[in-house]
Nanobody, 125 residues
Framework: QVQLVESGGSLVQAGGSLRLSCAAS??????MGWFRQTPGKESEFVAA????????YYADSVKGRFTISRDNAKNTVYLQMDSLKPEDTAVYSC????????????????????WGQGTQVTVSS
């Protein structure tokens, strides 16, 4: 079992930055990802990282603006969000799943077994 707790969501002006954190407990060697959702829309993939941290992948909508990273000593994954836009407004959730190797990451929500409760990010124009 893996427990995930997100933090860092807030209200920020367009062009600003935020850093989200997701602290995991229960096991290591887990691939992790960030997803976001707005009311009435399906969950959208944002970024993913392998458990080694070597491999990362981003949605086109955030590439070049967001950076996913992890500190395995703290079992925590981060999402650094720069140049924020109003369309980035959403509830951001982290997800985790056991990975067979250190270089594997997952893009689909259905690939993840564990989810956090979500943190609200609001970007004002």
């Amino acid at each position: 079992q893996v427990q995930l707790v997100e933090s860092g969501g807030s209200l920020v002006q367009a062009g600003g930055s935020l850093r989200l954190s997701c602290a995991a407990s229960g096991r290591t060697n887990i691939a992790m990802g960030w997803f976001r959702q707005t009311p009435g829309k399906e969950s959208e993939f944002v970024a993913a990282i392998s458990w080694s941290g070597i491999s990362t992948y981003y949605a086109d909508s955030v590439k070049g603006r967001f950076t996913i990273s992890r500190d395995n000593a703290k079992n925590t994954v981060y999402l650094q969000m720069d140049s924020l836009k109003p369309e980035d407004t959403a509830v951001y959730s982290c997800a985790a799943t056991p990975a067979a190797s250190g270089g594997v990451y997952y893009l689909r929500a259905t690939s993840y077994n564990y989810w956090g409760q979500g943190t609200q990010v609001t970007v004002s124009s």
